[in-house]
């Protein structure tokens, strides 16, 4: 274990678990997002730190697995630690075990740090805090996409609406799986939960705009697309276990 982590427990909520009872891959991106922020809160970089120094952080790219999906009412302890900043991406990894100490999932996100002011990326951040940063995270997952370029299903058309937007008035990082989840047919949703996923956060969808979905089944698992004003929003490919 990395010498600077940060660990809190979280319980299942029913309104997390899908119709298996079983928490939704949104909602634990959302758990992750939770921790990584008292995190930051933990020590002193909260809302008004960023807005102070005119940066927020923002999610890059990111892929959990399951090795058991939870189920509502579980109680699990998320233990997050955080890789100094290597060309302007910042890793995280998060592990979340169960109560009998088993390891059930894992996220590895890369952060980006952005200037509030003109969007940019920053290489570094603008400021130290001690006891924050490992020089190294050595746990990661595969970030690999598995893109199709033809053969692709549309889905449909999607608007971030009010309830998957967040402060930066676009679609919560989290709220993606939900899109990626709701596009595929019910019948590959209902094979089994998902247990692996990667996704790439590559444009925002603002809220009240509409992205075009696309989706198509690529090695062993899928791969979905969102387009918005014909650029790619976000690309993601996850795999359907039993």
Not at 38 to 47: T, V
Not at 69 to 94: F, N, Q, Y
Not at 119 to 133: C, F, K, M
């Amino acid at each position: 274990m990395e010498p600077n982590f940060y660990t809190e427990t979280a319980t299942v909520l029913n309104a997390d678990a899908d119709f298996r009872s079983l928490l939704k891959p949104s909602a634990l991106l959302r758990y992750v997002e939770q921790v990584s922020a008292d995190h930051a809160r933990a020590f002193g970089m909260d809302d008004k730190f960023f807005q102070d120094h005119n940066a927020a952080f923002l999610v890059g790219k990111q892929a959990l697995r399951f090795n058991r999906v939870p189920r509502r009412g579980e109680t699990l302890t998320l233990c997050s630690r955080s890789e100094k900043a290597l060309r302007g991406s910042i890793k995280r990894v998060t592990t979340l075990t169960d109560e009998a100490g088993q390891e059930v999932a894992m996220v590895d996100s890369r952060w980006i740090m952005s200037s509030l002011e003109n969007g940019h990326i920053l290489r570094q951040p603008g400021w130290t805090v001690e006891g924050y940063w490992n020089e190294t995270v050595e746990e990661e997952l595969p970030l690999l996409l598995h893109k199709r370029r033809d053969s692709l299903t549309s889905a449909g058309l999607v608007t971030a609406r009010y309830s998957q937007c967040d402060l930066h008035y676009h679609i919560n990082n989290a709220f993606y799986l939900d899109i990626v989840c709701d596009a595929l047919p019910l019948e590959v949703m209902r094979k089994g939960p998902v247990t692996f996923a990667s996704i790439n956060y590559h444009r925002e969808i603002p809220m009240g705009e509409t992205a075009e979905v696309f989706y198509a089944p690529s090695a062993d698992g899928w791969y979905v697309v969102g387009k918005h004003n014909g650029q790619t929003s976000f690309e993601c490919y996850l795999r359907i276990g039993s």
